[in-house]
């Protein structure tokens, strides 16, 4: 069982809306038995997430303010595909570095999620990053702007982390979904992890 590629009749599509980062849509899809249903749609480029795994098994948590949601939300450290061509563990690797001032040695594909399928097409990519060291402040250059000027960081032993996540403390999907995927990994050490450059299906 596994999720397949597949794609309806678009019978008229409209874009309503286009910002910096997404767009907005309709499109008229064919149904299955030949009907005719408009789906709104936001159009996201995609995004890279990380967890980072210390030597004593903690998670790395980074806070920051969301305002659709009005919450400060714990998260993993995350970035939009934004470079053309850019390999997603390396978007991986620029967005730990600026938004946690960390490198990683170790680096595995852990999980691919969509974050709401019913109303956008944004995929995430979330990362097991291992082996992690800080960057020195000579390396740590990126200056951070709006929400990321105060964005704390922790870090959480795994265990805590996916109590926060099943009592609720934590909403952030990828957050969630890479908490409890690392969790579920660690059983076998995390051999039957995919590697960092695995496609996405």
């Known amino acids: 069982m596994?999720?397949?590629?597949?794609?309806?009749?678009?019978?008229?599509?409209?874009?309503?809306?286009?910002?910096?980062v997404i767009s907005v849509r309709t499109d008229a899809v064919r149904m299955s038995d030949g009907s005719?249903?408009?789906?709104?749609y936001v159009v996201h480029p995609g995004a890279v997430a990380v967890l980072a795994l210390d030597d004593d098994d903690r998670?790395?948590?980074?806070?920051?303010?969301?305002?659709?949601?009005?919450r400060l939300l714990w998260e993993l450290p995350a970035g939009i595909r934004d470079v053309p061509g850019e390999p997603l563990v390396?978007?991986?690797?620029?967005?730990?570095?600026?938004?946690?001032?960390?490198?990683?040695?170790t680096w595995h594909t852990l999980v691919d999620l969509y974050t709401s399928p019913g109303m956008s097409d944004e995929r995430i990519r979330v990362f097991l990053a291992r082996d992690?060291?800080?960057?020195?402040?000579?390396?740590?250059?990126?200056?951070r702007e709006d929400e990321e000027i105060d964005m704390p960081a922790i870090w959480i032993p795994l265990g805590a982390a996916v109590e926060k996540a099943l009592s609720g403390m934590i909403h952030n999907s990828p957050?969630?979904?890479?908490?409890?995927?690392?969790?579920?990994?660690?059983?076998?050490?995390?051999?039957?992890?995919?590697?960092?450059?695995?496609p996405e299906a």
């Open 36 to 40: 005719v249903a408009k789906r709104d």
């Open 132 to 143: 992690v060291t800080p960057l020195s402040d000579e390396e740590n250059k990126f200056v």
């Open 90 to 105: 390396d978007c991986a690797a620029r967005e730990l570095a600026e938004e946690a001032a960390y490198r990683a040695g």
């Open 2 to 20: 596994e999720d397949s590629a597949e794609s309806w009749e678009i019978t008229g599509s409209q874009e309503h809306f286009s910002g910096r």
């Open 175 to 198: 957050a969630v979904a890479g908490i409890l995927a690392a969790y579920a990994a660690s059983a076998d050490g995390f051999k039957g992890l995919r590697p960092a450059d695995a």
């Open 59 to 70: 998670v790395l948590l980074i806070r920051q303010y969301r305002h659709p949601t009005r």
